[in-house]
């Protein structure tokens, strides 16, 4: 009886590593792709992806609803890569090779024209 439940145990263990590990979805950054963290609704979201469409229709940029859990694992990878603090993260958040951008305010566009030359 005790090696069936130490069985059990153990393939209920690794069903739940499956499940944990298998499904959360991809947590790497790529230094070489530029990650847009958005959320629906939000403002500051619209005005940072029209600017980015508007001065650079070419610019190939990942997208990621942060409603959805895989892009906020990515999210997460994101914040722990530039030591942001998780309560502290937001929307439009921007990570760029080695720069990332929080947020969207009169001089976003200019740090993201710098950060873009640091990726180039």
């Known amino acids: 009886m005790k090696n ?3 069985g059990v145990l153990i393939c209920l263990g690794i069903a739940l590593g499956f499940f ?3 499904c959360s979805g991809e947590t790497t950054l790529d230094a070489n792709t530029i990650y847009f963290f958005t959320k ?3 403002p500051y979201c619209e005005k940072a992806e029209d600017y980015i469409k508007q001065m650079h229709p070419t610019l190939s940029v990942e997208y990621k609803n942060v409603k959805e859990v895989s892009a906020r694992n990515l999210m ?3 914040a722990e890569k ?3 603090p998780q309560n ?3 929307t439009p958040l921007i990570c760029m090779g080695n720069e990332y951008l929080l947020g969207w305010g009169p001089d976003a ?3 993201f ?3 873009l030359k640091t990726m180039k």
């Open 4 to 6: 069936f439940i130490g």
């Open 20 to 22: 944990t590990f298998g």
């Open 40 to 42: 629906p609704g939000c």
């Open 76 to 78: 997460l990878a994101c």
């Open 82 to 84: 530039f030591d942001l």
């Open 88 to 90: 502290r993260l937001g």
């Open 109 to 111: 566009p200019t740090k």
């Open 113 to 115: 024209e710098k950060a």
